[in-house]
């Protein structure tokens, strides 16, 4: 049987980086952490880790070993909670990733009533944009992600997909509502263009289609910041590319409109949430999913305009 100290370890030097930042996040002996390595390395007969420039990577037998260390940690994580829920008992903890433009709907109410309903459930959100929310999967970092037009990932399980277009957000009375079709990139000359940054889904699929269409966009303001963008068109300065649902608020209050692109690529989008593939689930994360695909408006249906 593989010493689990040293496995733990050996995903730390891993995760890491080095011994010394290993050490010090474990709170014990560099030279012991090196020697529990050693010790495994010499059991098994293969070499877990180098050197390299002034750190430790693993070598393809330490990640093979590192991902075996997951997925039983995984697996025992998941069968307890299952015990747990033989006693009546839902409880646990929940890391969510969630980019900018899911939150607005999940603080409306869907959050709240999960951590009123569910009281020995602890809930941690980290914000992120798409390409960081399924590097954090990934790496384990969380259990769940709330994503806008990922692109295809092995090793993403997708458990609730809904369609969400990616339409141009406008202000009210702007000159492109005279217009009564679906746009097209080259309708935006002229007007002052915002975007997300290149690690959010929203900009990689205009990207995309700049990229087909041969048109090269500037945008006059770029941020990491989706209220940013909102209030950018809102005051009048300019417009953006956005889902409907992230901005279904200020449509209600006129202060925003949301125009289709005739892009089948942006049509296509859609928001997904997604876990680790092959990961058993918590109890406590599969109850989270149910939650938030009955309370968000992103995953309990199809973008509004697509239903009418």
Known sequence: MLNQRALTYLNEVIRRGSLRRAAAYLDVDASALSRHIKTLEEELGIQLCERHGGGMRATQAGQLLVQHFHAQRAQEEAVLSQLMEMQGLTRGDVRIAVGEGFIADLIAAPLGVFMSTFKDINVEIRMAGVNEAMSLVKEREVDLALLYAPPVSPYLWSHVETRQPLDLIVPPNHPLCQLKRPLGLGDLDGFPLGLMGNPFGMRQMVNM??????????????????????????????????????????????????LPMKYPVLNGARAQIVSLKGQDLTVAASTCVAHLQNGMRFFSADAPRLLQ
């Open 209 to 258: 289609v700049a990229h087909q269409e041969r048109i090269h966009l500037e945008a006059r303001l770029s941020t990491n910041s989706v209220a940013v963008l909102k209030n950018f068109v809102r005051s009048g300065i300019g417009v953006t590319f956005m889902p409907e649902l992230t901005v279904t608020d200020e449509i209600q209050r006129g202060e925003i409109r949301a």
